[in-house]
């Protein structure tokens, strides 16, 4: 299979509005992305315009703030795939095909129960919730993160464990939680699943307070994927970092401002893995 | 024109330099910028915020790249004085399309277009009428003179209670075109030892600056505007920012030279040693507070100097080299002696301060 063959499902509804990075960075690696809005998946919409999702390889949910972040971020938007696609989405993660979540997106998948997903594909309650930021804010603010994750997570398998990436994040509910007597089970089964993608530090490295993290998440947790590595949701936005240019300290160095970013390495991660898979 | 009462200063003026970083209207606006998403789209090239990673120093424009295909940027600034305005409306209307140029200038943008948004008290009021009359002649002579089309505008009037009418505040908003998003540049200082320029000419203009209106001066002369001088140092600046000669640029407005200067030290998280006796005759106070327009300050990549030397044909002086932690300021006495950190406070907890 070809990078071009690779096809990108970059979903969205009213209110979602990082489609066009997201289908931009899936792009600018070679990729075939299509922005379809959920009324074509769930073939709501004129024949022409309908669409399967088990025609896609990879599906991507993008930032924003779907149907007004009304009831939960992310809450509309998840109960709407869930009542309407359900088996389909269910189906597309069992037969480890790619999800990405970013911020509202990341929202949604725990919204659906994709993550964390510790017994099944697809949880039937969520068992987490992003909650509001510590600070009551919505936080636009750039984020280091530290990869933590060993290796299963497609979307990070080019990323060397350990290394530090500079990802922007822009949320006001952003806060990680499990119901308080599931915590520790929970945090320990994220650890035991290696489900832990990223976590905020600071600048030395460290894992980090306000405003490095920029929301108090649990064990300063920014990003995580299911037990099989090919969902993954974070609340910082790789996208808009795919170019160097758009970091926002590039001004300070003789680095290429139009060489790769720090994004780039989670949508290379991911075109490369379906390639291979072929 | 009023005789000008120069007000006391304290001996040391460092602390009317943090005092003035500290003005609600200098003071970093990270509070509501953060607030917003600035990046969405990701194509936010150049930031509200600028410097060193988690420093958050000032920006004079924001740039966008609107086009997948093409280097080509936006640039976006502001630019108002309400108390040049209400001092004198015509300079003020002037001023606030210099401002706006200005900024755009330096992050690399040349002046496209420009729109407006003009508050003011009852018109009714014959004196309010004629604020407004003058200051939008000053707005678009200069608009006339820099060739830049005002195609749209807003106008509130009647801001105005018992207590009295709002300060005239004629906001410019203007659009630059960025050539290559590639060579734009920040405000936050970028490398020790290359040397900072004062660039355009500092006049006694002492009226409704932020020096006279923190300290109680009176009087004075409000600052003129020359369209062409603006004109002209605009274009020497770009012809360096093509040729990638500049480091670091910050115009300089509110609270005047020192001001600017520790913001881009603020952003940079680095020093200055300066020594503005090339500065010529003024009193120290001036050179340092003074606002005067078409002004930047500029850090020179210090192995390209001679190159900005030869090409730079408009007034410019040098007044010191980026270094240290410490922003240092002599006019053959220390002025100002002072850590960066120390400024970055001063301007950065205001606002969290005053908003909660």
Redesign the interface.
Known sequence: MRANDVKVCVLRIEGT??E??TA??FYNMGASPEKVHLKQLIHSCPEEMRRNLEDYDILALP?GFSAGDYVRAGAIFAARIKSALSKQVDEFVSAHKPVIGICNGFQILVELGLLPAFEAAMSREPQAALYTNDSA??????T?LRHENSGNCIFTSSLPKGEVV?F?S?HAEGKLMFETHEERRYLDLLEKNHQVVFRYVD?EGRYAGYP?SPNGSISSIAGLCNPAGNVMGLMP?P????HR??H??W??DSRD??GDGDGKVIFQSAVDHVVKKG | MMDEEFPPLPRDLTEVLTKLLSNPNVASKEWV???????????????P??????MRGPGDATVI?PL?GS?RGLAIAVGVNPWFTALDPYKGGQASVDEACRNLTAVGGIPHSLTDCLNFGNPEKPERLGEFREAVKGIGDMASALNLAIPSGNVSFYNETSMGACLPTATVLGLGIVPD??K???T?L?EEGNPIYVVGETRHEMAGSLLFREFAGKGGMVPGVSPEALKASMDHLQGCFERSLIRACHDISDGGLAVALAEMCIGGDLGVNADIVAMGKLPSAAKLFSESHSRWLVEVDRKREDEWLQRMKVPNVKIGLVGGKMLVIEDKDVLVDVEVGQLRKAWSEPLWKLLG
């Open positions: 509005n990082c066009e990075e931009a960075a930032g804010r919505f936080e636009c603010i750039p280091l500079m922007p822009a600048p490095w936005h996208e808009r970092v795919f240019y758009t926002p300290d001004t300070r401002p139009s | 910028v953060r607030y917003y998403d600035h990046e969405v789209r990701g194509n936010t090239v150049i930031k915020l600028q410097g060193k990673l988690g790249k997948e280097f998003i590639r734009c540049v920040t936050d970028k």
